[in-house]
């Protein structure tokens, strides 16, 4: 100590040391208290990150596999028109055109829509529709639909695409990288999922939805407006972000590290130096679509945010030490020696306490003057962080309801447990509420299981299988009575009714008979009106639930129409003491479709037993009428070889004919009305363009037509067995050679019987073909 500090007075010394050693002291103290608060305000935001880029991943994934599962749903509605035999093979177009515009008036999920299908897939004749709407100009089918109509066509680059490419060679959909495209003249960010259109096992083409970046941007604001989200491929490419510029780019310009965390699927976080700043960045996995690699959330925080609040709380710390070091150092000053004692004994308390010591006591004895305040406010600051720590040690064993009395409004440590307590109890709030989800959902899924095992068993008998379904579905449900109604297959509209075909503790006064007409009552309005009834207030005496004890009306009542693929097969209706749940009707929703599946499925199977035992009866007719048959063709064959005889005499009488019209056109032309009205003829000429027909032939091959829709065909065209025979017979008859095949012509089997007409010098003038059916 200098000889200077020696030579001070005690009551310059006594605050000077005392100043000294309290701003020591503090100092500790605050040191000591900065890294826990440093290490609980990263804990705080870490974990307030990771919630919130949880929550938009899943929101986002919420809206994307939303769309993606309506898209691959509808895959099967294209697989079944083109499939489709009810379906007339030049309307299949426009009824998947009226399908998808009707999808997209109906799912709000989809903004927009479109199919690309494999050369002839959906029915056989893209060469009819060259440069039509809807397709390329090739004639293939290729719709695009956006906002509810048919916006453009799909070039035929596109099969190259990355879109169309993979789910073509691996046979699954997948979600593509973000890329420009040109929608109404604006070049707009977006990426697209594909879904593969599969017909027998064999790819037929794609259908998908587009997803633009800027729309899920606008998503991800909503969401957070506190940290800076982006989804991110599994390639690491940036997909949706606010700053469009960065869309398309790989995250973080290619950093190796979060390139090759991507790839392991899992969630991860860190600080990472981007452009000479901390950044705080959390990476949150969300699935997409069916078997594809999970992509990416991220949301960034500065570190400065990430560590505010130790911040303050550190300015807090130095500000009341401070105030201590001028507070201690007046005191000190103010009493001088005979307070030394005093003076002595409160810095060895406030020594104690900078050292995280707590269980102390003061001396009883009081004064009126700042030692006894300094003792008094020493007690209640003992007293205050007795009271805190006691908190924190409740927090820490989970007691997050317990209160806590702060030492004032600007308690700062106080206060920052009062927040983190909040805090904890918002999140066990929302765990508990995706808890219940979770568990709801579970239950919904173990009843779907069990319900698609019931419905595999007695699916041969209607009564055994709807007995069984209402009874296990009201005890699932917790319910106390319930009845299924089945439509009959009555062919007279008037004569359907809908039979209660099984029941649980039923007693329904109203139906004696079991049987209800559409339209009667609740169960028959449901029928109608194809949609489910849930009342909370049933009329008076409607149904009564029986016990031992007696009758008692029930609380609720749920009718749902078993409906699938819009048919309606009947009514299931519920009733209880206890509300139904919305998940609990949304189950009952479901299961009813697969009812109605089911009820489908036993339907198709009776009515084929029925047609085997009709087919099994028809054989043995048709056994029967075998005989008669073979002793007919007998007789047959002694018909047939008149007929030939006739045909040798009609084929000579037509040579000569045709050979005595030689040079003469006059002839020819008389010749050739004559044959025309005299015989089944066509006229072709030397090229093989068809002239004339007579009008027993137009008969046989029009089908409805006149004479001027055959003419000017080509004799291939025309010929009765097909474009193949035909050109390779006209090739012989070019060289003169007169032919005879057989054919059929129309319903009936024949002779064709073509000659070639040649001038002197043998060169073919024209050609008739003569239709000769088989008497």
Same mark, same amino acid.
């Given at each position: 100590?200098?000889?200077?500090?020696?030579?001070?007075?005690?009551?310059?010394?006594?605050?000077?040391?005392?100043?000294?050693?309290?701003?020591?002291?503090?100092?500790?103290?605050?040191?000591?208290?900065?890294?826990?608060?440093?290490?609980?305000?990263?804990?705080?935001?870490? !974990?307030?990150?990771?919630?919130?880029?949880?929550?938009?991943?899943?929101?986002?994934?919420?809206?994307?596999?939303?769309?993606?599962?309506?898209?691959?749903?509808?895959?099967?509605?294209?697989?079944?028109?083109?499939?489709?035999?009810?379906?007339?093979?030049?309307?299949?177009?426009?009824?998947?055109?009226?399908?998808?515009? +009707?999808?997209?008036?109906?799912?709000?999920?989809?903004?927009?829509?479109?199919?690309?299908?494999?050369?002839?897939?959906?029915?056989?004749?893209?060469?009819?529709?060259?440069?039509?709407?809807?397709?390329?100009?090739?004639?293939?089918?290729?719709?695009?639909?956006?906002?509810?109509?048919?916006?453009?066509?799909?070039?035929?680059?596109?099969?190259?695409?990355?879109?169309?490419?993979?789910? $073509?060679?691996?046979?699954?959909?997948?979600?593509?990288?973000?890329?420009?495209?040109?929608?109404?003249?604006?070049?707009?960010?977006?990426?697209?999922?594909?879904?593969?259109?599969?017909?027998?096992?064999?790819?037929?083409?794609?259908?998908?939805?587009?997803?633009?970046? &800027?729309?899920?941007?606008?998503?991800?604001?909503?969401?957070?407006?506190?940290?800076?989200?982006?989804?991110?491929?599994?390639?690491?490419?940036?997909?949706?972000?606010?700053?469009?510029?960065?869309?398309?780019? =790989?995250?973080?310009? /290619?950093?190796?590290?979060?390139?090759? !965390?991507?790839?392991?699927?899992?969630?991860?976080?860190?600080?990472?130096?981007?452009?000479?700043?901390?950044?705080?960045?959390?990476?949150?996995?969300?699935?997409?679509?069916?078997?594809?690699?999970?992509?990416?959330?991220?949301?960034?925080?500065?570190?400065?945010?990430?560590?505010?609040?130790?911040?303050?709380?550190?300015?807090?710390?130095?500000?009341?030490?401070?105030?201590?070091?001028?507070?201690?150092?007046?005191?000190?000053?103010?009493?001088?020696?005979?307070?030394?004692?005093?003076?002595?004994?409160?810095?060895?308390?406030?020594?104690?306490?900078?050292?995280?010591?707590? %269980?102390?006591?003061?001396?009883?004895?009081?004064?009126?003057?700042?030692?006894?305040?300094?003792?008094?406010?020493?007690?209640?600051?003992?007293?205050?962080?007795?009271?805190?720590?006691?908190?924190?040690?409740?927090?820490?064993?989970? $007691?997050?309801?317990?209160?806590?009395?702060?030492?004032?409004?600007?308690?700062?440590?106080?206060?920052?447990?009062?927040?983190?307590?909040?805090?904890? !109890?918002?999140?066990?709030?929302?765990?508990?509420?995706?808890?219940?989800?979770?568990?709801?959902?579970?239950?919904?899924?173990?009843?779907?299981?069990?319900?698609?095992?019931?419905?595999?068993?007695?699916?041969?008998?209607?009564?055994?299988?709807?007995?069984?379904?209402?009874?296990?579905?009201?005890?699932?449900?917790?319910?106390?009575?319930?009845?299924?109604?089945?439509?009959?297959?009555?062919?007279?509209?008037?004569?359907?009714?809908?039979?209660?075909?099984?029941?649980?503790?039923?007693?329904?006064?109203?139906?004696?008979? $079991?049987?209800?007409?559409? /339209?009667?009552?609740?169960?028959?309005?449901?029928?109608?009106?194809?949609?489910?009834?849930?009342?909370?207030?049933?009329?008076?005496?409607?149904?009564?639930?029986?016990?031992?004890?007696?009758?008692?009306?029930?609380?609720?009542?749920?009718?749902?129409?078993?409906?699938?693929?819009?048919?309606?097969?009947?009514?299931?209706?519920?009733?209880?003491?206890?509300?139904?749940?919305?998940?609990?009707?949304?189950?009952?929703?479901?299961?009813? &479709?697969?009812?109605?599946?089911? +009820?489908?499925?036993?339907?198709?199977?009776?009515?084929?037993?029925?047609?085997?035992?009709?087919?099994?009866?028809?054989?043995?007719?048709?056994?029967?009428?075998?005989?008669?048959?073979?002793?007919?063709?007998?007789?047959?064959?002694?018909? !047939?070889?008149?007929?030939?005889?006739?045909?040798?005499?009609?084929?000579?009488?037509?040579?000569?004919?045709?050979?005595?019209?030689?040079?003469?056109?006059? +002839?020819?032309?008389?010749?050739?009305?004559?044959?025309?009205?005299?015989?089944?003829?066509?006229?072709?000429?030397?090229?093989?363009? =068809?002239?004339?027909?007579?009008?027993?032939?137009?008969?046989?091959?029009?089908?409805?037509?006149?004479?001027? %829709?055959?003419?000017?065909?080509?004799?291939?065209?025309?010929?009765?067995?097909?474009?193949?025979?035909?050109?390779?017979?006209?090739?012989?008859? $070019?060289?003169?050679?007169?032919?005879?095949?057989?054919?059929?012509?129309?319903?009936?089997?024949?002779?064709?019987?073509?000659?070639?007409?040649?001038?002197?010098?043998?060169?073919?003038?024209?050609?008739?073909?003569?239709?000769?059916?088989?008497?």
């Amino acid at each position: 100590m200098s000889k200077n500090f020696r030579n001070l007075s005690v009551k310059v010394k006594i605050p000077l040391i005392i100043g000294i050693a309290s701003l020591f002291a503090l100092a500790l103290v605050c040191v000591l208290l900065m890294s826990p608060l440093r290490s609980m305000s990263f804990e705080d935001s870490s !974990q307030i990150a990771r919630l919130s880029a949880e929550d938009a991943g899943y929101r986002l994934a919420e809206r994307i596999n939303g769309a993606a599962s309506v898209v691959r749903a509808y895959s099967g509605v294209v697989e079944l028109i083109a499939d489709s035999d009810v379906i007339p093979r030049e309307r299949k177009r426009e009824w998947l055109l009226a399908e998808m515009e +009707m999808l997209l008036k109906r799912e709000t999920k989809l903004s927009s829509l479109w199919c690309t299908l494999e050369p002839d897939a959906l029915d056989g004749m893209d060469s009819l529709f060259i440069n039509r709407m809807a397709s390329d100009v090739n004639g293939i089918f290729c719709p695009w639909f956006a906002d509810g109509k048919l916006e453009s066509e799909t070039s035929e680059d596109d099969v190259n695409a990355e879109y169309y490419a993979v789910p $073509k060679a691996t046979g699954r959909e997948v979600i593509t990288e973000p890329y420009w495209d040109d929608v109404e003249g604006e070049r707009i960010h977006m990426f697209s999922i594909s879904v593969p259109i599969m017909l027998h096992g064999e790819f037929i083409g794609v259908i998908g939805t587009d997803f633009y970046a &800027e729309e899920l941007s606008e998503m991800i604001n909503n969401l957070d407006r506190n940290a800076i989200g982006k989804l991110i491929t599994n390639k690491g490419v940036i997909a949706v972000f606010h700053d469009a510029e960065q869309i398309g780019k =790989l995250v973080e310009n /290619g950093n190796r590290r979060i390139l090759k !965390q991507l790839t392991e699927g899992k969630m991860f976080d860190g600080m990472y130096k981007v452009d000479g700043r901390d950044i705080y960045k959390v990476f949150v996995p969300v699935s997409l679509g069916e078997g594809n690699d999970p992509w990416y959330y991220a949301v960034d925080i500065p570190a400065k945010d990430v560590y505010s609040k130790a911040r303050t709380t550190a300015l807090y710390l130095i500000f009341f030490c401070f105030v201590g070091v001028v507070i201690i150092a007046f005191t000190g000053w103010i009493m001088m020696q005979p307070l030394l004692k005093d003076i002595t004994g409160i810095t060895d308390v406030i020594e104690q306490l900078s050292l995280g010591h707590i %269980d102390l006591n003061i001396d009883e004895r009081r004064t009126e003057d700042e030692i006894g305040k300094m003792k008094n406010q020493l007690n209640l600051l003992i007293d205050g962080l007795k009271r805190t720590a006691n908190y924190a040690r409740e927090l820490g064993q989970g $007691k997050l309801d317990a209160e806590h009395q702060t030492m004032s409004g600007g308690d700062v440590l106080g206060n920052s447990l009062l927040e983190m307590s909040r805090s904890l !109890q918002d999140a066990s709030t929302r765990q508990a509420v995706r808890d219940k989800e979770e568990e709801q959902r579970n239950w919904g899924t173990a009843g779907l299981a069990k319900f698609s095992e019931i419905l595999r068993q007695d699916n041969n008998n209607i009564e055994t299988l709807s007995y069984n379904i209402v009874n296990n579905l009201v005890r699932y449900l917790d319910a106390n009575q319930g009845g299924i109604f089945i439509l009959n297959d009555a062919e007279n509209k008037e004569e359907r009714l809908l039979e209660l075909k099984g029941c649980y503790a039923y007693d329904r006064r109203k139906f004696f008979e $079991k049987q209800i007409r559409p /339209g009667e009552g609740l169960i028959g309005a449901c029928f109608l009106e194809r949609r489910p009834i849930y009342m909370t207030r049933i009329p008076p005496d409607y149904i009564n639930i029986c016990s031992g004890l007696g009758d008692a009306s029930p609380s609720v009542l749920l009718i749902c129409p078993l409906k699938v693929n819009d048919v309606i097969y009947g009514v299931i209706e519920i009733a209880s003491f206890n509300k139904f749940e919305p998940y609990q009707r949304e189950f009952v929703e479901k299961v009813s &479709e697969s009812i109605a599946s089911t +009820m489908s499925t036993v339907r198709i199977n009776m009515r084929t037993t029925k047609l085997l035992e009709q087919t099994r009866l028809q054989a043995e007719e048709m056994a029967n009428a075998e005989e008669e048959l073979r002793q007919n063709m007998e007789e047959m064959q002694a018909t !047939q070889e008149e007929m030939r005889r006739r045909e040798i005499e009609k084929e000579k009488k037509i040579e000569e004919m045709t050979k005595e019209s030689l040079n003469n056109e006059y +002839m020819a032309r008389t010749l050739n009305q004559a044959l025309l009205e005299t015989f089944d003829a066509i006229e072709f000429s030397e090229s093989g363009t =068809l002239l004339s027909m007579s009008a027993s032939v137009l008969k046989i091959m029009g089908g409805g037509l006149t004479e001027k %829709d055959f003419v000017g065909k080509s004799y291939a065209e025309t010929y009765p067995g097909g474009l193949e025979d035909g050109t390779k017979i006209w090739e012989r008859i $070019k060289t003169g050679e007169r032919t005879t095949t057989y054919a059929n012509l129309g319903d009936t089997p024949g002779k064709v019987v073509s000659i070639p007409v040649t001038d002197k010098e043998g060169q073919l003038q024209k050609v008739i073909v003569f239709a000769l059916a088989e008497e």
